[in-house]
């Protein structure tokens, strides 16, 4: 089974990355939380989201009133607790766009999150489908972008089918490590389970290929 996965990576048009746990360390939203001092109530919901336990769009909901951040207090955040990569992943991106193999973000976490970990890679601001936070003048939460595809279950699909029919993709690989990114194949033409953060137990039973290290990847590209 890991094989078919193998082939088609090796033919892909485009490779699309979950970000957080896969291309980051941490889950974007919970170390905001942890910056705004509201990480236990957040990570519960978290967890129940990536477990299927819940859809994401209450879960998202649910966090973000929690949350509740202003806008200072994510420029701050951005500013003093940049996200740590994956180790391996920049050497994995590097090589995919050597040979010119387009790269996207695709992820429920948040664009201003986001964009800073696009640059360190080389990805440009559109290869990123995020959601947006939205602020009042004053700086006070108001809410998000709902019409976001990212911002729904089964966003990450809407996102990918949207890259199929615009760029006129044939075969695009996602690589992911939760739920969302399992059930985004199809339209992907193929999924890589990813582990080396975290390891969800519904991911590893039901990809047909699953690492916990970018090398494999890098291994069989090259």
Known sequence: MAEEVKAVLKNAD???????????????????ARFCG???EITELTTKAMGGGMTFQESLKM????????????????????ATLTPNIDKLIALLQRKRIPVYLISGGFKCIIEPIAQKLNISEENVFANRMK?????????????????????KAVAIQHLKDTK??????LIGDGATDLEACPPADAFIGFGGNVIRHTVKERAKWFVTDFNDIINVIN
Do not use: M
């Open 135 to 155: 602020f009042y003048f004053n700086g006070d939460y108001a809410g998000y972008d709902e019409n976001a595809p990212t911002s729904k279950s089964g966003g």
């Open 63 to 82: 966090r973000l009133s929690i949350l509740n951040p202003t806008r200072k207090q994510v420029d701050e955040f951005i500013r003093t607790k940049p």
């Open 168 to 173: 006129r993709y044939k075969t695009v690989v």
């Open 38 to 40: 509201k990480y236990k």
């Open 14 to 32: 485009a490779v699309c990355f979950d970000v957080d746990s896969t291309v980051i360390r941490e889950e974007g939203i919970d170390e905001l």
